[in-house]
T-cell receptor, first 113, second 114 residues
Framework: DSGVTQTPKHLITATGQRVTLRCSPR?????VYWYQQSLDQGLQFLIQYYNGEERAKGNILERFSAQQFPDLHSELNLSSLELGDSALYFC????????????FGEGSWLTVV | DQQVKQNSPSLSVQEGRISILNCDYTNSMFDYFLWYKKYPAEGPTFLISISSIKDKNEDGRFTVFLNKSAKHLSLHIVPSQPGDSAVYFCAASDRGSTLGRLYFGRGTQLTVWP
């Protein structure tokens, strides 16, 4: 158990819909990262937050957005869903300055039908 | 732009033998490297890391080697066990820049057969 909690674990939704994925980082971790893993794709970095502020952006679509709240949990919002958005979405967290090792949650499996 | 590359999508090794997983990177600013292991339907699990000031780090059956001049690192697993069968991701970061963002390779599927 990495200490990073993600909900829901599985989600099936229709095209055009909107979903929210939730992440609670490890206790004490200030940085939260979101990654996407599709079939035959590696871990694609989406976005990073540090203590409530956006710090780095990767290959995140405009239909996707994220935020980190004062209690440090984070949400990833995916809207106008398309079939190609079906993927595993991982949240990870880290204590910045601790060698940059990040710890992953178990992921949220999103299926768009 | 894939800054971390794992050119072998799969590797098959007999139990008890050595597994060598390779990784190349292009960004000379990377100074911290990690390996993660991932089982199906689970999140990646941190395995071992190495700082650019070292060329070797060992943890039990796992050893990571870093060749900075070649921008290459490798993970050695000795002896390999069936439970090691998983996808292994190489990752790298520039600790001076983006507060911990890791760049991942596409992964290598290791299969250890009895």
């Amino acid at each position: 158990d990495s200490g990073v909690t993600q909900t829901p674990k599985h989600l099936i939704t229709a095209t055009g819909q909107r979903v929210t994925l939730r992440c609670s980082p490890r206790s004490g971790d200030l940085s939260v990262y979101w990654y996407q893993q599709s079939l035959d794709q590696g871990l694609q970095f989406l976005i990073q937050y540090y203590n409530g502020e956006e710090r780095a952006k990767g290959n995140i679509l405009e239909r996707f957005s994220a935020q980190q709240f004062p209690d440090l949990h984070s949400e990833l919002n995916l809207s106008s869903l398309e079939l190609g958005d079906s993927a595993l979405y991982f949240c990870a967290s880290s204590v910045v300055g601790a060698g940059n090792t990040i710890y992953f949650g178990e992921g949220s499996w999103l299926t768009v039908v | 732009d894939q800054q971390v590359k794992q050119n072998s999508p799969s590797l098959s090794v007999q139990e008890g033998r050595i597994s060598i997983l390779n990784c190349d990177y292009t960004n000379s600013m990377f100074d911290y490297f990690l390996w993660y292991k991932k089982y199906p339907a689970e999140g990646p699990t941190f395995l071992i890391s190495i700082s650019s000031i070292k060329d070797k780090n060992e943890d039990g059956r796992f050893t990571v080697f870093l060749n900075k001049s070649a921008k290459h690192l490798s993970l050695h697993i000795v002896p390999s066990q069936p439970g090691d069968s998983a996808v292994y991701f190489c990752a790298a970061s520039d600790r001076g820049s983006t507060l911990g963002r890791l760049y991942f390779g596409r992964g290598t599927q290791l299969t250890v057969w009895p």
